[in-house]
């Protein structure tokens, strides 16, 4: 567990007191494929970071349909908000591929920056990178056209989780069309068509347990 809390990067400040401050706090649950972790509007209790497994998190519009916000893997951390907002859950978490999470319960962790108030602002000042970050992307996303975005999508997962192989850079996630449709706010009809034109430009190829990017930066600055 300790080694897992090492890893997360809204810990990096903390020193190993630190760290074994928190694993004391620290549980660890087991999620099967399709659970949900929570949902959207529930009162959030906890926060979850990812030791083993896929997850998505997505929320619901008025129509009914999903869209989603990202797909999180090992070493990753939600909801996003983290431990210093007292909102509900922000979207709804399911469970992509068997999960193992660990457990923060909030009220736990303010009772430990009580103790340990040094602790508090060293995980503050890297939140506020990450929602700075957070924003930043979101306004590049929104201002780009269906490709440009669906482009975006496959370059960051290709990135933050790809694997490079020989023939290029393997991302091991089911994603769905429907997925990316839900994830760049587009029909599935659209996203078929793109990444169909992609396979035919050997720019990429997927199957149902991944995506295959030939060239991360060809597909990048590709038009």
Do not use: C, W
């Amino acid at each position: 567990m300790l080694n897992v809390l090492k890893d997360v990067p809204l810990f990096n400040g903390l020193n190993e007191e630190d760290l074994h401050l928190i694993a004391q706090i620290t549980s660890k649950r087991k999620y099967k494929k399709k659970a949900n972790v929570f949902m959207e509007g529930e009162t959030r209790e906890a926060v979850f970071f990812i030791e083993s497994g896929v997850v998505k998190s997505y929320k619901v519009d008025e129509d009914g349909n999903e869209q989603v916000i990202s797909i999180l893997q090992s070493g990753d951390m939600f909801p996003h908000v983290g431990f210093f907002d007292e909102s509900p859950y922000p979207a709804t978490v399911e469970v992509v591929r068997e999960a193992e999470l660990l457990v923060i319960r909030i009220d736990d962790f303010d009772q430990l920056i009580i103790r340990q108030p040094q602790m508090a602002v060293k995980v503050m000042k890297v939140m506020g990178q990450k929602i700075l970050h957070l924003q930043q992307r979101l306004q590049d996303f929104i201002s780009k056209d269906v490709q440009h975005r669906l482009t975006h999508s496959l370059v960051r997962l290709a990135r933050e989780y790809g694997e490079v192989r020989k023939q290029g850079t393997y991302v091991s996630l089911p994603i769905t069309n429907q997925d990316f449709a839900n994830m760049v706010g587009t029909s599935r009809e659209s996203i078929n068509r793109i990444i169909n034109h992609f396979k035919r430009e050997k720019l990429m190829d997927s199957d149902r347990h991944g995506f295959l990017i030939y060239d991360i930066d060809k597909l990048e600055s590709y038009h």
